[in-house]
């Protein structure tokens, strides 16, 4: 259990720095006239807990990590569809996917449909930071929106082992599915969706951020088998 730091023997106020035990980054302080103002130290991490996105080859396979993606949740509400349906149009050029599928290019916004009048909207990172806030306007309280980009982590599988590598990890019928299909099923006892976007030779894994590097691990344990 985590408990709450404590300034070590070593602090250093009199320089306006401190070290916490158990903390490896220093905690600036920036003396003011009217006081002192903590600034910390911050760098984003990857799901996976590195600075950059991992990426792995293993024989056909490329397994590498997709940070830069964002994701929000919408479940239509009643009388909610003519303005769902608008949104997706605009957003996509075609109309919310129905079961095991999804509308939009990879790479651009996308509708992913992960159960009965709801969605995923997957969208590129950059400019999309408030996905979730941008959905609710457009919408207007036609569905409700929540944000995602936090709880989930996104693996990218490329090459002509790909097929051989999922088909060994979960229960989906990978030889039939097609390009802008999708499906959740479970890999290694995580809960998953796997989105084709090039049959046989490239699909997206999308997991819980919690366990993004036990999902790795185990699509990368799979590849160095067949490789």
Known sequence: MLGRARPCARSARSTGSIFLCGLSRRILWILKEDGSVTEFRLAPLCATGGPAPRSIVLGNVTITEVPDIAIASVAKRAGGASALTECARVLTGTDVPGPRRVAGSAGSMQFMWTGPEQWFVLAPLDGRQVLADDLA????????????????????VEGSGTAALL???????????????????????????????????????LGARSSALSLFEALSCVARGLA
């Open 137 to 156: 306007a457009r919408l207007r309280g036609a569905a409700s929106v929540t944000e995602q980009t936090d709880g989930w982590a996104c693996f990218a």
């Open 167 to 205: 088909e060994r990890l979960c229960a989906l019928d990978i030889a039939r599915m097609e390009a802008g299909m999708a499906d959740r099923t479970g890999i290694e006892h995580m809960s998953c969706f796997v989105i084709c976007d090039a049959p046989g030779a490239c699909y997206r894994v």
